[in-house]
Structures are given as C-alpha cells and as structure tokens.
Nanobody, 124 residues
Framework: QVQLEESGGGLVQAGGSLRLSCAAS????????MGWFRQAPGKEREFVAT????????YYADSVKGRFTISRNNARNTVHLQMSSLKPEDTAKYYC?????????????????WGQGTQVTVSS
C-alpha cells in the first residue's frame, strides 16, 4: 500500500508559477509510474501529466504542454509538477496518483493510489 500527499497549491496571479510536490510513503519500494490529474468544480477529472518509473518518459495534456513539467526523485520518494505561465483555466484541485506499473498512462482509471489533492487557484 502506498500513501500519497500533495502540497504546494495556493493562489497565484495569471502568468505566475507554482511548484506542486507529492510525497509517497508506505510501500515505496515498488516501481510506480506517476501522474498528475486535476478537477474543477462541475467538471470531470482530467489528465495533466505522467512520468515513467525511470523518469525517462513523460506525457502531457495538450492544454499544459510547454508550460508544465513533471519530474521525480525516486531516492526521495517524491514527484513534482512545475507549473508556469498559469492561466485562470488551470484553476482546479490537483491530484497525485501512482500506478503499479513502470509505464506511464493518461487515464485516471489506470491508477491504483491517489492523494487527497491540493487546490490551485489562478486569478485573472
């Protein structure tokens, strides 16, 4: 079992930056691909970014490509999402997720463990 906890969310003006962190605990010896998803009120949870266990392969949603960067440090059991050039439409609760596979995936249903989320609000 793996527990995930997100941090780093907050209020930022459009054009600003935030860095989200996800700390894993519990059974952290497994090889897990990781992902970030977000959900705004009244909307479905959507894919943001994913990274392979090795960190060598990443995928991004078209809406964030070129603005967001996902990274990980397996020795520290952490994954990060660096967000820049933020837009009001990026406002959402952001979730960290892990799947019991080394291969990244863009679908939320393919993930096995989830954090509680951290709120990101971008003002115009």
């Amino acid at each position: 079992q793996v527990q995930l906890e997100e941090s780093g969310g907050g209020l930022v003006q459009a054009g600003g930056s935030l860095r989200l962190s996800c700390a894993a605990s519990g059974r952290t010896g497994g090889r897990y691909a990781m992902g970030w998803f977000r959900q705004a009120p009244g909307k479905e949870r959507e894919f943001v970014a994913t990274i392979s266990w090795s960190g060598k392969t990443t995928y991004y949603a078209d809406s964030v490509k070129g603005r967001f960067t996902i990274s990980r440090n397996n020795a520290r059991n952490t994954v990060h999402l660096q967000m820049s050039s933020l837009k009001p439409e990026d406002t959402a609760k952001y979730y960290c997720a892990a799947r019991d596979s080394v291969v990244p995936n863009t679908r939320a249903e393919e993930y096995d463990y989830w954090g509680q989320g951290t709120q990101v609000t971008v003002s115009s």
